[in-house]
């Protein structure tokens, strides 16, 4: 079992910045894929971005690439979003997971542990 919690979420203006984080513990954490993912009100989960168990390779959703960060410290076992230039569309729950490979689109299947969210909330 790997636990996950998301922390760093809250309320910001249009085209500031925050930076989650989601702590990992339980089993190894550098043998995990990590992803984040978001799921605003009335809409279903989407993903965000993703990172490899080393780091070397992320991959981003179209809607934040340019604008937000993945990044990872194993040492610490944590991974890290920074989100820049934050728009009111990014308003939503943010969730990280924990998995084996990159699954961008629904059912998530290469992701096998879920955090319980961080909500950002963007004021325009």
Do not use: H
Not at 102 to 123: D, E, H, Q
């Amino acid at each position: 079992q790997v636990q996950l919690v998301e922390s760093g979420g809250g309320l910001v203006q249009a085209g500031g910045s925050l930076r989650l984080s989601c702590a990992a513990s339980g089993r190894t954490f550098r043998n995990y894929a990590m992803g984040w993912f978001r799921q605003a009100p009335g809409k279903e989960r989407e993903f965000v971005a993703y990172i490899n168990w080393s780091g070397g390779s992320t991959f981003y959703a179209d809607s934040v690439e340019g604008r937000f960060t993945i990044s990872r410290d194993n040492a610490k076992n944590t991974v890290y979003l920074q989100m820049n230039s934050l728009k009111a569309e990014d308003t939503a729950v943010y969730y990280c997971a924990a998995g084996t490979y990159y699954s961008p689109a629904p059912p998530y299947n290469g992701m096998n542990y879920w955090g319980k969210g961080t909500l950002v909330t963007v004021s325009s």
